[in-house]
């Protein structure tokens, strides 16, 4: 076992429990924060792997950006932060079913194919992968800053309040607490639905 | 260095994540798991990468193809959680249970 | 060459202006009426120009050959111009040979070839522009022109006056792809657009039920020859694996086909023709197309509509001049048309019905021409374009005066209308083959050319097409003096036309009056003259040449003036209809009769003026009943078989089927939908259970 192997399944153990811990944690913030052990300890392969570029890429978008967006998605959708029920109604069968079956599967391919290859990492430089980058892949690097842009527009748009439509984002209310509206058309339709619909057209007739 | 190791690294982020998102109802947490089973195939790409950059002197395409992954993957966080924005301000909720209005 | 080689703006241009009417509509200057016109003048500028071209090309050819010819036998020419059908004989052989190499007549045939590399057959779409195209060109934007120009006033105040112009626009320039093209797929893409406009424009005041009812019997009727035109386009692919004009006509040169199939191919096209061109006895539309408004009626009598199928025979001569058969049912179709449209024209009221049947009757001419001689063919169709359209015009402005198109309610008009009378004067002297009108050159040409063919068919021609001269010129001094003459039975006051009206009817009188010095048969005007310059072919042309017998002349000459003396004479007071010159006319038609050994058919024609007899009524009769009932029986039988079809195959069939499909597929949804629980995981944990199952599979294999 070389020095890289032991690195590599150190790296391997880490990441792995820390993916683990990611998705049993029940407090949402710990999870997110077990999340930047889990990618950093990508990042930590990629540059046992020799793709040092793509190790820092990895900190700087995963580790900084992704996850700081992640947790300011938890504080604006003031989800229970705090400990919250784990499972949906499916239960656990299914989720470690699935998810049991297909790591066995994978192991099995994996230690079949390539259970004895061993390779040496080249290290591939900034440099390289830069000149790979913009000389024979520059349309779709012009691309793919596109579809970044497109992204962009279409998280504002999707987020944005629509004027009349909805309550105002900063506005504290409580569905439970709005005076019920009466509704002629629908007599059992879901008590979500029926009060954001309601909502304006209920204001507006109580200033007439 | 044996391959095996970060492929079998890769599978394990991979159904880590599969689980979360089958199991958990907060629609962050399962962002969080399609987050990781995103790290996993990069890991995959760039392992492979080496692997047939040693033995043909191919270029590097898989490292491309890595980063092109990790950019869609920030711009996949940003609309997700927009969504989940949406979601929440119509549902007040973030569980993904809630969104069911394609059920019969 | 620059007009030829973009020849093709000819068609675009009002093509291009149909479109913008229609889209822009109103918004137009003029309400669309000025762009149609500055359009169809910008075609007529370019056709202008390549008529120029062509024609000062094709007689250069012609003195070329002429050169080599007087190398070969000086003293022939001198005597070719009086009587060139007694050295025919003698001369043709040498002349022939005294063709030089190289020279021939002008053609430009340029297209883009739509098939495929590789396919043993080709699809050729583009221009063939040669005399006959050119001098089509000229006909037709000159006419659709005038008749846009004259449209400005006569349709002034319609609520669908831009929509007139629209079509006017896309019918001219149907037509004119249809001359242009150079394969007969494009040919009958024309052809069809031009069915289509043609079906519009009649039915256009289509509020009232006879007008609807005129355009969608035009239509049928004209698609009953289209079927005909079908067959023949396909038999000639099948027979020479091309649609191209030039390809097939080289093919028919070579030789190399059988000889019934090609007759077979010729007569189905000519029965497009006979549709398309109202020949006997598919004739019965035309008159009834008098339903559309009267500038319609003179663009498509003169111009766009009719001489397409005369057109069409033009164009592909030299193939049915390897056919004698094709041309001999050519020519006894059109000597029985012109006779009996000649026939119905003496009895009717209706002022445009008058002209409608004398159209259907110079048709029968063209037609029967095209049988003989091919330059007489398509020189009647030219200048009988230009004084048909007068003649049409002039009538929409008695029309436009007196609001009814009955001669009843005429008379009297000379004075009220002077430049109508004057033009429609000329018009008249014109169709009725007075010399030296347009008319007279044409239409001797025609008869001469029947009479140098000699034969059956040639003598049943020249004696048929004589009396029709005679007919001619009777009926429509019999309109002159039924309009102009006596006393005004109408009510209210006529006026003149506006001046947007008397124009075009001025700009049509010069040429229906000139237009036949174009092709004197005498020497000074040989080498330059329109035979020259629409020749297709100059072994062909110095073979024709331009042919003029002195005698039939004359005697075609003074039995129209013996015409007009008795249409003066019968008709001199206007008679209404409830007077009676009965007596009179019944007398001196019937010597007159006994002459051609048709007394009977005539003298009944005459008199059913007044009173309804048995033989020109049975003749209508005929024409009404009989072929207008095999017309409606196709239809009542096609109608019939639709329903059929609908009702078994459709309604039970196929709609049976479809039904059961949806509402199997509605059973289906509804059992399958219960699956749905609107649980995103439990859809997400099927899926990757699904790929595990995949990948060990993947695995296993």
């Known amino acids: ?80 932060i705090g400990p919250m029920a784990q499972s949906n109604e499916l239960g656990k069968a299914l989720p470690v079913g699935v998810s049991g079956a297909l790591f066995l ?52 748009v999707i987020a944005r309040q629509d004027e009349g439509e909805g309550p105002e984002p900063g506005l504290d209310f409580d569905t439970e607490q709005l005076p019920e509206v009466p509704s002629e058309t629908d007599a059992t339709p879901s008590p979500h639905v029926q009060h954001t619909a309601e909502v304006p057209a209920g204001r507006e007739g109580g200033g007439a | 260095m044996l391959i095996a190791y970060p492929l079998v690294f890769a599978a394990l982020l991979f159904c880590v994540g599969i689980y979360g998102v089958l199991s958990r109802r ?31 002197d191919v270029l590097l395409t898989g490292q491309v193809f890595a980063l092109f992954v990790l950019a869609v993957g920030a711009a996949e966080v940003g609309v997700a959680l927009a969504i989940i924005l949406l979601l929440y301000r119509n549902r007040a909720s973030v569980n993904i249970d809630d969104a069911d209005l394609m059920k019969y | 060459m620059w007009f030829v080689r973009n020849a093709w703006l000819i068609p675009a241009l009002p093509a291009v202006a149909a479109g913008l009417i229609f889209a822009l509509g109103r918004r137009l200057p003029g309400r669309g009426a000025l762009l149609g016109i500055g359009v169809i003048g910008l075609s007529f500028v370019v056709a202008l120009g390549v008529a120029v071209q062509v024609f000062s090309a094709n007689v250069e050819a012609v003195a070329q050959v002429e050169e080599a010819h007087g190398e070969v036998s000086a003293a022939e020419g001198g005597e070719e111009q009086h009587a060139v059908e007694d050295d025919q004989a003698v001369t043709e052989s040498e002349e022939e040979a005294a063709i030089p190499e190289g020279v021939h007549s002008f053609l430009y045939d340029e297209g883009v070839d739509l098939t495929g590399t590789g396919a043993d057959w080709s699809f050729q779409a583009g221009i063939r522009i040669d005399g006959l195209a050119a001098m089509m060109f000229l006909l037709v934007t000159f006419v659709s022109l005038m008749v846009q120009i004259y449209s400005t006033g006569y349709m002034h105040g319609d609520p669908r006056y831009t929509y007139f112009f629209g079509l006017l626009s896309l019918f001219t320039a149907s037509m004119l792809l249809l001359v242009i093209a150079n394969n007969i797929m494009l040919m009958l893409v024309g052809w069809e657009l031009v069915g289509i406009c043609s079906f519009l424009l009649i039915g256009f005041w289509w509020e009232e039920k006879v007008n609807s009812s005129a355009s969608i019997k035009a239509f049928i009727t004209t698609k009953l020859g289209d079927v005909g035109l079908v067959v023949g386009v396909i038999t000639l692919w099948g027979m020479f694996r091309t649609f191209r004009i030039e390809a097939i006509l080289e093919a028919v040169e070579a030789g190399e086909f059988s000889q019934s199939l ?23 539309w035309l008159p009834d197309a008098m339903a559309g408004p009267t500038p319609v009626s003179a663009l498509i009598h003169a111009a766009t509509m009719v001489t397409a199928g005369v057109f069409m025979i033009a164009r592909l001569y030299p193939a049915f001049e390897a056919s004698p058969t094709a041309l001999a049912v050519i020519a006894i179709i059109g000597a029985i048309t012109l006779v009996m449209a000649g026939l119905l024209a003496l009895v009717q009221d209706d002022v445009k019905r008058v002209l409608a049947y004398s159209t259907v009757s110079q048709l029968g001419y063209m037609v029967a021409a095209l049988a ?43 004075k009220a209308m002077p430049t109508t009378f004057a033009t429609f004067v000329v018009g008249s002297a014109a169709l009725a083959a007075l010399p030296p009108l347009a008319g007279f050159w044409s239409k001797d040409e025609v008869l001469a050319g ?21 007919l001619t010129a009777f009926y429509m001094t019999r309109v002159l003096w039924l309009v102009f003459g006596g006393e005004y039975r109408g009510h209210g006051e006529p006026h003149e036309s506006p001046r947007s009206m008397a124009w075009p009817l001025i700009a049509l009188a010069v040429p229906a009056f000139f237009i036949g010095f174009i092709n004197l048969p005498f020497g000074f005007a040989h080498p330059v003259g329109f035979a020259a310059w629409t020749a297709f072919d100059l072994a062909y042309f110095e073979e024709q040449g331009a042919v003029f017998v002195v005698w039939l002349a004359a005697l075609a000459t003074v039995l129209a003036l013996v015409a007009v003396a008795l249409g003066t004479l019968l008709y001199r007071k206007a008679p209404a209809p409830d007077d009676d010159p009965m007596l009179n006319m019944g007398w001196a038609t019937r ?20 009173i309804r007899t048995k033989l020109a009524n049975a003749s209508y009769w005929f024409n009404d009943h009989v072929l207008d009932r095999v017309v409606y029986l196709v239809g009542v039988g096609t109608a019939r078989l639709g329903r059929a079809t609908y009702e078994i195959g459709d309604q039970k069939g196929i709609d049976g089927g479809i039904n059961g499909l949806g509402l199997s597929a509605l059973w289906l949804g509804a059992k399958l939908r219960l699956a749905q629980s609107g649980n995103v995981q439990l859809y997400a944990g099927a899926m990757f259970a699904g790929i595990t199952v995949l990948a060990v599979a993947f695995a296993v294999s």
């Open chain 3, 372 to 414: 003989f001689s091919y330059t007489a063919g398509i020189f009647h169709l030219f200048t009988h374009g230009f004084f048909k359209a007068l003649l049409f015009l002039g009538s929409g402005s008695l029309i436009h005066a007196v609001h009814s198109n009955n001669m009843s309610d005429m008379g009297g008009l000379r």
């Open chain 3, 591 to 610: 010597v007159l009769d006994r002459k051609y050994y048709l007394d009977l058919l005539y003298s009944d024609a005459i008199v059913r003026t007044v």
């Open chain 3, 450 to 470: 029947a009479l140098e063919s000699g034969g059956y068919t040639g003598n049943l021609v020249w004696i048929l097409g004589t009396l029709g001269g005679f």
């Open chain 1, 1 to 80: 076992m070389s020095v890289a192997d032991a690195f590599m399944l150190v790296i391997a153990v880490l990441g792995g429990s820390a993916a683990l811990l990611v998705v049993t944690s029940r407090n949402v913030v710990h999870a997110a924060l077990y999340l930047v052990i889990a990618l950093l300890a990508v990042a930590g392969t990629f540059l046992l792997l020799g793709a040092e570029f793509l190790a820092w890429a990895q900190v700087l978008v995963y580790v900084g950006a992704v996850v700081v967006l992640i947790l300011f998605g938890l504080m604006l959708t003031r989800a229970p």
């Open chain 2, 26 to 56: 907060n629609a962050v947490v399962v962002l969080m798991s399609v987050e990781l089973m995103l790290a996993s195939v990069t890991v995959n790409l760039v392992t492979f990468n080496q692997l047939v950059a040693e033995r043909s």
């Open chain 1, 105 to 156: 599967v994978l192991v099995v391919l994996i230690l079949r194919s390539f259970g004895n290859t061993t390779f040496t990492p080249r290290v591939v430089t900034a440099a390289n992968l830069g000149e790979l980058l913009y000389v024979d892949w520059a349309f779709p690097f012009m691309v793919l800053g596109f579809l970044l842009t497109v992204s962009l527009i279409g998280a504002v």
């Open chain 3, 262 to 284: 090609l007759t077979f191919a010729l007569i189905a096209l000519f029965v497009g023709a006979i549709g398309k061109s109202a020949q006997f006895p598919l004739h019965t």
